[in-house]
């Protein structure tokens, strides 16, 4: 079955930058729509940017344009997210998401495959 493992989380003040890693098992990150979600405790998962190869397209979360930005390595290994300019309300577990196809639906029922997150956390 398709794992996917989230890294580089971590701690950090208030205008820190960090990026996150995902790589996945049972298949590769080229075949499939990739994003990246957060949640906090009592909110529901929430969209946050995502990547089509096959699209060539992004998309990213209003709150984070600007100052994230989502890309793989050259092989189309591993998917990141780059932080910048974190803010406190940034804090959250981050999770990176797969799916089959190309789509422009940003739900977290569209995505097939997931990780088991990454805490981040940036202090004021």
């Known amino acids: 079955q398709v794992r996917l493992v989230e890294t580089g989380g971590g701690f950090v003040q208030a205008g820190a930058s960090l990026r996150l890693a995902c790589t996945p098992s049972g298949r590769t990150i080229s075949d499939d729509d990739v994003g990246w979600f957060r949640q906090t405790p009592g909110k529901e998962r929430e969209f946050v940017a995502h990547?089509?190869?096959?699209?060539?397209?992004?998309d990213y979360a209003d709150f984070v344009k600007g100052r994230f930005t989502i890309s793989t390595d050259n092989a189309k290994s591993t998917l990141y997210l780059q932080m910048n300019s974190l803010k406190p309300e940034d804090t959250a577990v981050y999770f990176c998401?797969?799916?089959?196809?190309?789509?422009?639906?940003?739900?977290?029922?569209?995505?097939?495959?997931w990780g088991h997150g990454t805490q981040v956390t940036v202090s004021s």
């Open positions: 990547l089509s190869w096959s699209a060539g397209l992004t």
């Open positions: 998401a797969g799916r089959r196809a190309y789509s422009t639906d940003i739900s977290v029922d569209s995505y097939d495959f």
